[in-house]
């Protein structure tokens, strides 16, 4: 299982950015997935995720209201549509894979929660 994080840029505050996971090994409709990301200095937080039914989408508070996170199982892909963009969104942005039967919100919250990773997206919002 690979995991593709593609869409990252440099943008102005308020813009918005579509981030894009293509997932390739197995299909996306076998996941959960979610999505973290890092700062500079910083631990990589957690930022949006879903269950593998994807009946309920779960964010941070820091997100919720301007980010929302989708996908597309004809095409494999889970997408982060990322609106109002803030400096402090600034960070690399990685999609995780989880292969998990269910789990719980608490676990979707954790970096060990998850059995696949992408390589990142940089993200770069300017004030």
């Known amino acids: 299982v690979q995991l593709q994080a593609s869409g990252g840029g440099l943008v102005q505050a308020g813009a918005s950015l579509r981030l894009s996971c293509g997932v390739s090994g197995r299909a996306v409709s076998t996941f959960g997935m979610g999505w973290f990301r890092q700062a500079p200095g910083k631990e990589r937080e957690f930022v949006a995720a879903?269950?593998?039914?994807?009946?309920?989408?779960y964010y941070a508070e820091t997100v919720k209201g301007r980010f929302t996170l989708s996908k597309d199982n004809a095409k494999n892909t889970v997408y982060l549509q990322m609106n109002s963009l803030k400096p402090e969104d600034t960070a690399v942005y990685y999609c995780?894979?989880?292969?998990?039967?269910?789990?719980?919100?608490?676990?979707?919250?954790?970096?060990?929660?998850?059995?696949?990773w992408g390589q990142g997206t940089q993200v770069t919002v300017s004030s």
């Open positions: 995780a894979a989880d292969s998990a039967p269910y789990s719980i919100l608490s676990q979707l919250r954790q970096l060990d929660g998850y059995d696949y």
């Open positions: 879903f269950r593998r039914s994807g009946t309920t989408t």
